[in-house]
Nanobody, 123 residues
Framework: QVQLVESGGGLVQAGGSLTLSCAAS????????MAWFRQAPGKEREFVAA????????YYADSLKGRFTISRDNAKNTVLLQMNSLKPEDTAVYYC????????????????WGQGTQVTVSS
């Protein structure tokens, strides 16, 4: 089993930055990729970014490329999401996910999920 715990969400003004953190524990060695998704009220969960186990490859939603950066610290079993130039439309619950499929952009590719952390961007 894999446990994922997100942190770092909060309220930020438009144009500001936040860094989300996902701490992984358990049988993480079988997870080839970790990812961030987000879900705004009334909308479907959408792919944000993913990173391979080694950290050598990263993938982003086209609309977020350039503003968001995913990285990982394998020594700490942690995945980070650096979010810059935040916009009100970035407001959502952000979820960390782990799975075996590399570059999986669909939520059903991931086997394990965290509880989510709320990000609110005010205008």
């Amino acid at each position: 089993q894999v446990q994922l715990v997100e942190s770092g969400g909060g309220l930020v003004q438009a144009g500001g930055s936040l860094t989300l953190s996902c701490a992984a524990s358990g049988r993480t060695s079988s997870m080839n990729a970790m990812a961030w998704f987000r879900q705004a009220p009334g909308k479907e969960r959408e792919f944000v970014a993913a990173i391979t186990r080694s950290g050598s490859s990263t993938y982003y939603a086209d609309s977020l490329k350039g503003r968001f950066t995913i990285s990982r610290d394998n020594a700490k079993n942690t995945v980070l999401l650096q979010m810059n130039s935040l916009k009100p439309e970035d407001t959502a619950v952000y979820y960390c996910a782990a799975g075996t499929v590399i570059n999986g952009r669909r939520a059903n590719y991931y086997d394990h999920w965290g509880q989510g952390t709320q990000v609110t961007v005010s205008s």
